[in-house]
């Protein structure tokens, strides 16, 4: 908008009746608040101001300018107030994409409901920068070294086992050398860890097939085109549902996932959303 410094000098001086008042608000000097006035009235070809002794009067047309300006300066007050409340209630976070759409988003109405917040996801894996970024936090798996002096806190220990449609095992009669093993680019060991952890051993001999995402990979075991080594958190619900079994249960991985914060600036919020998803995670454990 053209003139609104001008538009902002004229406010303040109709409050106060006074450049010299004006100028002190705006810590600027009275010749600055009088070339101000006379740009808006040179734009408006409008006299706003009459001197009226040491003081000024604002003309007829000065007062229908001040109602409006009221309105306005008032209007973009209230906006600035509500921009700000929202930034209190508000959460920027990252999480691992699986996390995110397996496990986090169909919890996530629950926190919003207890603390009327609003907590706005944005999806990434490994390494992070916080604060300039405008992330509020992240939600990791301990895979990758923390470049920076975050405030690391553990959620759960992560457990991992082949998991599949139970259709798919009744297919292949349960027979686990037959089992055709799903691989994701973002953790193309998962199997041959879980074989050497489990007691499987060499699981060259199986049929594979490889899927750019794990998102992906969980997804195919769920539509029953074979196995993947599921991240508990990840398949828990799918679990519980029957969309998919595990047969061979889960073994501990040595990765937990983790929350990670600056560590001078956690606030209240934070503090309510750590302390519930870590609460959320205590169901991530599986029975044995």
């Known amino acids: ?36 006035i006379k740009v808006l009235e040179a734009y408006l070809n409008q006299t706003l101001f009459v001197k009226h002794g040491r003081n000024v009067c604002l003309t007829k047309e000065g007062e229908l300018l001040k109602a409006y300006t009221e309105q ?25 994409p699986t996390l995110t759409m397996r496990w986090l988003m169909p919890r996530l109405a629950t926190f919003n409901d207890t603390f009327s917040a609003d907590v706005r996801l944005s999806t990434a894996g490994g390494s992070v920068t916080l604060g300039s970024s405008g992330l509020s936090m992240a939600i990791r798996r301990d895979d990758f070294e923390v470049e920076h002096n975050y405030l690391q806190t553990p959620l759960v220990e992560e457990w991992v086992g082949p998991v599949m449609s139970p259709e798919y095992w009744q297919q292949i009669k349960q027979d686990f050398s037959a089992v055709k093993l799903l691989h994701s680019q973002t953790r193309p060991k998962a199997w041959s860890l879980w074989g050497k ?6 699981l060259l001999s199986h049929e594979q097939q490889s899927f750019a995402h794990f998102y992906f990979a969980l997804q195919a075991s769920v539509d029953g085109l074979g196995a993947t080594i599921g991240s508990y958190p990840l398949v828990v619900d799918d679990l519980e549902r029957g969309n998919l079994i595990a047969p061979f249960g889960f073994i501990q991985s040595g990765h937990r996932y983790m929350v990670l914060t600056e560590p001078s600036s956690v606030s209240s919020l934070e503090s309510n959303f750590i302390e519930w998803l870590a609460e959320q995670m205590k169901n991530c454990i599986p029975k044995q």
């Not at 908008?1 to 009746?17: D, N, P, T």
């Not at 300066?73 to 107030?81: D, K, P, Q, R, S």
């Not at 952890?197 to 060499?202: P, V």
């Open 197 to 202: 952890a489990s007691g499987f051993g060499n």
């Open 1 to 36: 908008m053209r003139h609104l410094k001008s538009f902002h000098v004229f406010h303040v001086a109709a409050q106060s009746s006074s450049y010299s008042e004006a100028a002190q608000q705006l810590n600027i000097t009275h010749g600055a608040v009088s070339k101000q």
């Open 72 to 96: 306005a300066f008032h209007a973009l007050e209230t906006g600035v107030a509500k921009l700000a409340q929202q930034k209190q209630n508000c959460l920027e976070v990252s999480c691992e």
